[in-house]
């Protein structure tokens, strides 16, 4: 039996600009001899502090679930692309990038 798939939401260009950051700084560190189990250890440390300091809402952070390669829920109506400033996920990946490329990503 064969099931049909509607309402499949394509990923917006920002949740797509976040995959494309965090392969890319992947990718990198691997054609550089660098240990990415590194830059994974820091996502899961960034990701455990941002449900601890945005226990009630991180769940409701696109760009979370985007990092940590879960799901998005979609039956949450109030869901918000990134944490604010300097908790952004963006913000956090060229953190990364500068912490283990010692450079700034293009």
């Not at 994974?40 to 300091?53: E, F, H, L």
């Not at 109030?78 to 963006?90: A, R, T, W």
């Given at each position: 039996?064969?099931?049909?798939?509607?309402?499949?939401?394509?990923?917006?260009?920002?949740?797509?600009?976040?995959?494309?950051?965090?392969?890319?700084?992947?990718?990198?560190?691997?054609?550089?001899?660098?240990?990415?189990?590194?830059?994974?250890?820091?996502?899961?440390?960034?990701?455990?502090?941002?449900?601890?300091?945005?226990?009630?809402?991180?769940?409701?952070?696109?760009?979370?679930h985007v990092l940590i390669g879960s799901s998005i829920?979609?039956?949450?109506?109030?869901?918000?692309?990134?944490?604010?400033?300097?908790?952004?996920?963006?913000?956090?990946?060229?953190?990364?990038?500068?912490?283990?490329?010692?450079?700034?990503?293009?």
């Amino acid at each position: 039996m064969t099931e049909k798939f509607t309402n499949i939401e394509k990923p917006s260009e920002f949740e797509l600009e976040i995959r494309i950051k965090r392969r890319k700084l992947l990718a990198e560190m691997e054609k550089r001899g660098l240990g990415e189990i590194n830059a994974m250890d820091d996502i899961v440390d960034y990701a455990n502090s941002m449900k601890v300091k945005y226990q009630d809402t991180y769940q409701k952070v696109r760009a979370y679930h985007v990092l940590i390669g879960s799901s998005i829920p979609h039956n949450i109506s109030d869901m918000v692309d990134d944490f604010p400033g300097e908790d952004s996920v963006l913000n956090f990946l060229d953190q990364l990038w500068r912490k283990y490329l010692k450079e700034e990503n293009v």
